[in-house]
């Protein structure tokens, strides 16, 4: 029966040329979407490869020279670009790609790609994730809009629950009908992401992939799934097909465009971050603080790089400015951080009642193009960057403070150039991208049941 | 004439009853207030920031100007790393001074590129790249989203409104019997059509048009009468004006086919999809292809490696000892003259050349911006809301080519900065409290006035056009008796 049901629904998304003129088009732009990014990854993954690697040879063939100077020089590192990025870039564009590790302060992850782009970027950018989380939903509200309100209004409903259908088999026959064009929308992305995968020896291992994409496609059913109940419900509670479409669509407008923005200004009253200047001011009221008691400490005067500490101390005393420096760094950005996240939970939760809010959220930590990845590379960069200046230090202290007054005269070659290890970012695996998901994967599946539990509530008297 | 005010009173008559039309304006004018107060709350913190750092600067200028009074007198020793009297240390940050666009006296209308792009530099004689990427605390997540902002309410949601209001204008009619009825009257359908959709959008527009400039008068009117700006806010206006036809002007197009109420309502939510969501993506993706930006990676490298050579070439220069830290008479002045450490001069030489390196390079990245922006401009014609976008946009100080101007305008301070401080460095000339007041300053200089005002009226014309099209289609179309 229920299957009658289906093939009776489907024939008729068939029949009046919606649905093929709808998917049509949202397939169109899937796939162009789908093309556009995943040549814009390959282009930029080899670029980077390669500049990685130069980079890296450059460092360990460069001349013999002071320690501290090659700290000026520094290293740069990429982030590399997740494999699932091309499904959904996320943040990508608004967050920078490029870190140079360089002596004395940790430096900022630069060049947001958004920064080279014209203000036209600000009306969003053409991915398969935006396809789905924006258009998705318009699709099946066009297709199932008048599922009940429809057959109502030409008499069919009374005659089919004449026979003695029960109100719910209808509504899980239409409700797969419903799946099984939301299934077709989504099955190209599992498509390309196997293919991808398959042909791919980028990046993360294929295994972790696979398991993204297959929790990706999960996330993107249950969303699909909660607009498919929903527009059932509606369409079962209104009297005519005409307000069924404009309810549903009205709550569509407001789920992706007017909620995301106004729970931008939400966030940010509830959880405020403060701006760059506030930022810096008060992070370098701490920093002086920290440098002069530790300067004390160790030297007995709280003035940096004077004349109180002998040139024979230096490679000591950079040693300790660095590891002074390093609490209240990771404090203050630590809590920039934090707040940030803060702002997104937030927004999260809102997800109950505008779904998109959830979905972008778990879709983009499912790609690895969130900020929760984001923030694990720049840690990653600084703790190698760390890494670097302890080896330098340590080794001014060992050689260089012996030269006393000539220290910049000590000069190391490529053995200890080699020394500093090769920057290997591994990107935090697919079970990382679940813990930070838990929230908004939460929020999606208790939507799900609500829309379901909506669905039959208001099926249950169809007359 | 008569029969068409009579129906505009009807419609009203009904519309008042209904309360739909009370219920839409009402709506609107709430949106665009919250928008104005998002908007003027940004523009404000902008200003008051910008007003911190310049209090900042200036405290911190005079703080220098004392020690080196005190310096010169004897009453302190300087230090190696903060010795105000060093014209390398001065020039690569102990004095350097803020380059500051200000902010538009419209600018609560759209926030653009305000929360990405900085509006303010610190210059210094290091190269660009360390300064001139700075960015403002911002989550990324709402970058991505946007603002609720007086332009989002415009582009996005006035569009909906307008088909709130007059999606069924010739279908309700149908649906409920009364079109026959009204058209046995002496009355065209042209003219009922036209009356009905005239007394939409009048109050509408209106109460749009009012809702943008009232708070604008009351809250930002000086700065608007002050700045010279009034020209732009009445450009603003006649975009605005454009583009609510221009939805109006959809909508009758599409009721005079004659389709069901659902129907109408599928076909224009599916244009604004196509117009305001789709086409500008498209055109992105279309003007990022024709004019890609050159590779951020390319500018890294190759910073680097002129690093690298620069550290090669003044490697003697940067062996040198740090005399000064024993030594502490040499860094006090004799004759106003004084040794900079050679070390600090081979930086200021290994920064100058790495400016001169990436120029060309930076370069490609500011022409390739602006050849995307010059495409965004010629094929903006592709919707509506584009051009709306960008021309309010531009009219409020938040667009592209406003921000390019400035990193310009920085560019040739940075130069006249890094003029002013090299001889000082190389011959080792003390800096003092006279080249404090002669130190260059830098003023923001407004681009034409003229260019940017024409091509926002420009950007009103192609809507214009495009609405007098589509009006004209369905006056022709109602003429047909079919649609009956």
């Known amino acids: ?463 | 004439m008569k029969s068409f005010s009579l129906i505009l009173r009807n419609e009203w008559r009904i519309m008042i009853a209904d309360k739909s039309l009370i219920l839409v304006c009402t709506l609107l004018t709430l949106l665009l207030s919250y928008g104005f107060f998002i908007g003027l709350s940004e523009a404000v913190s902008r200003d008051e920031r910008v007003r911190e750092l310049v209090s900042q600067q200036e405290r911190g200028q005079s703080g220098i100007v004392e020690q080196i009074q005190r310096i010169v007198s004897g009453h302190e020793k300087p230090d190696v790393f903060a010795n105000p009297l060093n014209p390398a240390l001065v020039g690569s940050g102990l004095g350097s001074l803020y380059a500051i666009m200000h902010s538009g006296a419209l600018s609560p209308l759209a926030l653009g590129q305000s929360d990405l792009l900085p509006d303010h530099y610190r210059v210094s004689t290091r190269n660009k790249t360390t300064f001139m990427y700075q960015t403002e605390n911002e989550s990324p997540w709402n970058l991505l989203t946007g603002r609720f902002d007086p332009v989002f309410v415009l582009v996005y949601l006035l569009p909906l409104f307008i088909f709130a209001i007059s999606y069924n204008l010739l279908s309700s009619e149908k649906e409920q019997g009364t079109l026959r009825m009204q058209l046995s009257h002496p009355v065209t359908l042209q003219t009922l059509m036209f009356g009905k959709l005239f007394a939409r959008l009048v109050p509408v527009l209106g109460v749009t048009i009012l809702a943008v400039i009232v708070p604008f008068l009351i809250l930002r009117g000086d700065a608007v009468m002050v700045s010279g700006q009034l020209p732009h806010l009445v450009v603003a206006i006649i975009i605005i004006g454009a583009y609510g036809f221009f939805w109006f002007a959809v909508t009758l197009f599409v009721n005079s086919f004659g389709f069901s109420s659902a129907s109408n309502a599928l076909i224009l939510v599916g244009t604004w999809v196509f117009l305001v969501l789709v086409a500008p993506v498209l055109l992105n993706v279309f003007v990022s292809r024709m004019s890609p930006a050159p590779s951020r990676i390319e500018l890294a490298t190759e910073t680097r490696l002129i690093t690298i050579d620069g550290l090669n070439r003044y490697h003697e220069l940067l062996s040198s000892d740090y005399r000064h830290i024993k030594d502490s008479s040499m860094l006090v002045p004799s004759d106003g003259k004084f040794e900079v450490p050679e070390r600090l001069q081979a930086f200021y030489l290994i920064n100058k050349a790495v400016d001169e390196k990436i120029e060309t390079l930076l370069g490609d990245f500011e022409s390739r911006l602006r050849a995307q922006q010059d495409l965004v401009e010629r094929f903006g014609f592709v919707s509506p809301s584009v051009l709306t976008y960008e021309g309010l946009v531009s009219l409020a100080g938040t667009g592209t080519r406003r921000y390019q101007d400035f990193k310009q305008q920085v560019n040739d301070y940075h130069r006249e900065w890094k003029e002013f401080f090299e001889p000082r460095i190389m011959s080792g000339q003390i800096v003092t409290v006279a080249d404090f007041e002669k130190l260059p300053r830098f003023t923001w200089q407004e681009p034409d006035v003229s260019i940017l005002l024409a091509g926002s009226l420009a950007k009103a014309l192609q809507i214009f056009l495009a609405t007098v099209v589509l009006f004209a289609l369905g006056f022709m179309r109602l003429a047909k008796v079919d649609v009956l």
Do not use: C
């Open chain 1, 1 to 463: 029966m229920t299957w009658l049901i289906v093939t009776r629904e489907v024939r008729e998304f068939y029949r009046d040329g919606r649905f093929l003129f709808g998917a049509g088009l949202v397939a169109v732009l899937f796939i162009t979407a789908f093309l556009v990014g995943y040549e814009q990854r390959q282009n930029v993954f080899s670029e980077r490869e390669v500049a990685q690697q130069l980079d890296y040879d450059d460092w360990i063939n460069q001349p013999e020279r002071h320690p501290h100077d090659a700290a000026h020089q520094g290293m740069h590192v990429f982030k590399p670009i997740p494999p699932l990025s091309f499904v959904d870039p996320g943040i990508t564009n608004y967050v920078g790609s490029t870190q140079w590790l360089k002596a004395h302060r940790q430096t900022e992850v630069k060049f947001r790609p958004a920064q080279d782009a014209t203000g036209l970027q600000r009306f969003g950018s053409l991915t398969p994730a935006w396809v789905i989380q924006v258009l998705g939903p318009l699709l099946i509200i066009v297709l199932g809009f008048n599922s009940f309100s429809g057959e109502r209004e030409q008499g069919t409903l009374r005659q089919l629950i004449s026979l003695g259908v029960p109100s719910w088999k209808l509504l899980r026959g239409k409700a797969l009908a419903l799946f099984l064009g939301a299934f077709l929308l989504i099955a190209p992305l599992l498509l390309f992401s196997v293919w991808a995968v398959s042909g791919d020896d980028l990046a993360g291992s294929r295994h972790d992939t696979l398991i993204r994409s297959g929790f990706l496609v999960l996330g993107y059913l249950v969303y699909l799934g909660i607009f498919i109940f929903v527009t059932l419900a509606v369409s079962a509670l209104t009297a005519t097909s005409r307000i069924s479409l404009i309810v549903l669509l009205a709550f569509w407008i407001i789920g992706t465009t007017l909620a995301p923005r106004a729970l931008v200004d939400v966030a940010r009253m509830v959880y405020p971050i403060p701006n760059q200047a506030e930022f810096n001011t008060q992070l370098n009221q701490e920093l002086q603080r920290e440098y002069a008691e530790a300067w004390q400490e160790h030297f007995g005067t709280d003035k940096r790089w004077g004349s109180d500490v002998p040139l024979s101390r230096w490679g000591e005393a950079l040693r300790v400015d660095d590891y002074a420096g390093y609490d209240a760094i990771d404090r203050h950005f630590g809590a920039l951080w934090d707040r940030y996240e803060d702002q997104r939970r937030l927004q999260e939760f809102f997800g109950l009642l505008f779904p998109m809010l959830s979905i972008r959220s778990y879709s983009m930590a499912m790609s690895a193009t969130d900020f929760t990845h984001h923030r694990d590379f720049a840690t990653s960069a600084e703790d190698h960057r760390r890494l670097i200046q302890d080896l330098i230090s340590s080794n001014l202290t060992q050689h260089a403070d012996g030269h006393g007054e000539r220290h910049f005269d000590y000069k190391v070659g490529k053995e200890f150039w080699s020394k500093v290890p090769r920057f290997e970012y591994a990107a935090p695996a697919a079970f990382f991208a679940l813990q930070g998901s838990l929230n908004s994967l939460g929020v999606l599946l208790a939507s799900l049941l609500i829309s379901i539990a909506f669905a039959f509530w208001s099926s249950r008297n169809l007359i």
